[in-house]
Protein backbone atom coordinates (compact mmCIF):
# COMPACT_ATOMS: atom_id res chain seq x y z
CA UNK A 1 0.00 0.00 0.00
CA UNK A 2 1.70 3.36 -1.03
CA UNK A 3 2.21 5.58 1.71
CA UNK A 4 2.97 9.41 2.18
CA UNK A 5 4.14 10.69 5.59
CA UNK A 6 4.50 14.19 6.11
CA UNK A 7 6.48 15.56 9.01
CA UNK A 8 7.50 18.92 9.89
CA UNK A 9 4.75 21.00 10.58
CA UNK A 10 4.51 23.15 14.17
CA UNK A 11 3.93 26.65 15.28
CA UNK A 12 5.81 29.97 14.28
CA UNK A 13 5.31 33.27 14.03
CA UNK A 14 4.77 35.50 11.44
CA UNK A 15 7.84 36.18 9.16
CA UNK A 16 9.47 32.64 10.34
CA UNK A 17 10.64 29.49 8.08
CA UNK A 18 9.31 26.04 8.27
CA UNK A 19 10.21 22.83 6.21
CA UNK A 20 7.28 20.49 5.94
CA UNK A 21 8.82 16.70 4.62
CA UNK A 22 7.28 14.26 2.75
CA UNK A 23 8.43 10.50 2.70
CA UNK A 24 7.07 8.28 0.29
CA UNK A 25 6.95 4.85 0.00
CA UNK A 26 5.70 1.45 -2.28
CA UNK A 27 5.40 3.36 -5.31
CA UNK A 28 8.13 4.58 -8.42
CA UNK A 29 8.79 7.76 -6.87
CA UNK A 30 9.96 8.99 -10.16
CA UNK A 31 7.28 8.54 -12.22
CA UNK A 32 4.99 10.48 -9.89
CA UNK A 33 4.76 14.44 -9.67
CA UNK A 34 4.88 15.49 -6.28
CA UNK A 35 2.20 18.68 -4.85
CA UNK A 36 1.62 20.37 -1.33
CA UNK A 37 -1.94 21.23 -0.36
CA UNK A 38 -3.41 23.13 2.41
CA UNK A 39 -6.48 23.34 4.33
CA UNK A 40 -7.40 25.66 6.60
CA UNK A 41 -10.68 25.35 9.19
CA UNK A 42 -13.59 26.11 7.61
CA UNK A 43 -12.02 26.53 3.76
CA UNK A 44 -11.78 23.86 0.86
CA UNK A 45 -8.41 22.56 0.38
CA UNK A 46 -6.24 24.30 -2.03
CA UNK A 47 -3.56 23.87 -4.27
CA UNK A 48 0.04 25.37 -2.88
CA UNK A 49 2.77 24.17 -5.33
CA UNK A 50 3.75 21.10 -7.25
CA UNK A 51 7.12 19.20 -8.86
CA UNK A 52 7.47 16.87 -12.11
CA UNK A 53 9.12 13.85 -11.36
CA UNK A 54 12.83 14.60 -12.43
CA UNK A 55 12.60 18.21 -11.38
CA UNK A 56 12.46 20.15 -14.55
CA UNK A 57 8.99 22.09 -13.55
CA UNK A 58 7.64 23.63 -10.94
CA UNK A 59 4.01 24.94 -10.20
CA UNK A 60 3.07 27.55 -7.37
CA UNK A 61 0.22 29.10 -6.13
CA UNK A 62 0.05 32.89 -6.68
CA UNK A 63 -0.48 33.19 -2.92
CA UNK A 64 3.15 31.64 -1.89
CA UNK A 65 5.39 32.47 -4.88
CA UNK A 66 8.35 34.09 -3.84
CA UNK A 67 7.95 32.51 -0.01
CA UNK A 68 7.86 28.86 -0.31
CA UNK A 69 9.58 26.68 -2.54
CA UNK A 70 9.25 23.00 -3.07
CA UNK A 71 11.98 20.57 -3.97
CA UNK A 72 12.38 16.60 -3.82
CA UNK A 73 15.30 14.17 -3.59
CA UNK A 74 14.38 11.06 -5.21
CA UNK A 75 17.27 9.13 -3.31
CA UNK A 76 15.32 9.28 -0.11
CA UNK A 77 11.72 9.04 -2.02
CA UNK A 78 10.95 12.44 -0.25
CA UNK A 79 9.39 16.20 -1.25
CA UNK A 80 10.01 19.00 0.67
CA UNK A 81 8.32 22.59 0.93
CA UNK A 82 10.29 25.43 2.71
CA UNK A 83 8.49 27.80 3.99
CA UNK A 84 9.74 31.20 4.13
CA UNK A 85 8.07 35.05 5.28
CA UNK A 86 5.13 32.79 6.89
CA UNK A 87 1.67 34.84 7.35
CA UNK A 88 -1.06 34.36 9.82
CA UNK A 89 -3.02 33.36 6.22
CA UNK A 90 -0.64 30.27 5.98
CA UNK A 91 -2.16 28.84 8.88
CA UNK A 92 -3.45 25.30 7.61
CA UNK A 93 -2.98 21.40 7.74
CA UNK A 94 -1.04 20.36 4.72
CA UNK A 95 -1.03 17.83 3.17
CA UNK A 96 1.29 16.28 0.54
CA UNK A 97 0.36 14.10 -2.36
CA UNK A 98 1.09 12.17 -5.78
CA UNK A 99 -0.06 11.82 -9.25
CA UNK A 100 1.29 9.50 -11.80
CA UNK A 101 1.49 11.82 -14.73
CA UNK A 102 4.63 14.10 -16.06
CA UNK A 103 2.84 17.64 -15.43
CA UNK A 104 2.67 19.14 -11.92
CA UNK A 105 -0.61 20.27 -12.27
CA UNK A 106 -3.18 21.68 -9.35
CA UNK A 107 -5.62 18.87 -9.08
CA UNK A 108 -5.95 15.14 -10.00
CA UNK A 109 -3.73 13.43 -7.75
CA UNK A 110 -3.69 9.84 -6.92
CA UNK A 111 -2.14 9.37 -3.29
CA UNK A 112 -2.71 11.47 -0.44
CA UNK A 113 -0.95 12.07 2.83
CA UNK A 114 -2.47 12.42 6.19
CA UNK A 115 -1.34 16.26 6.68
CA UNK A 116 0.75 18.02 9.19
CA UNK A 117 -0.50 21.01 10.84
CA UNK A 118 1.17 24.10 10.35
CA UNK A 119 -0.01 27.32 12.37
CA UNK A 120 1.79 30.83 12.25
CA UNK A 121 1.06 33.37 14.88
CA UNK A 122 0.73 37.29 14.59
Known amino acids: QVQLVESGGGLVQAGGSLRLSCEVS????????MGWFRQAPGKEREFVAALSGRSYITNYADSVKGRFTISRDNAKNTVYLQMNGLKPEDTAVYYCAARLRVLPTKSEYDYWGQGTQVTVSS
Open 26 to 33: RLTFTSYA
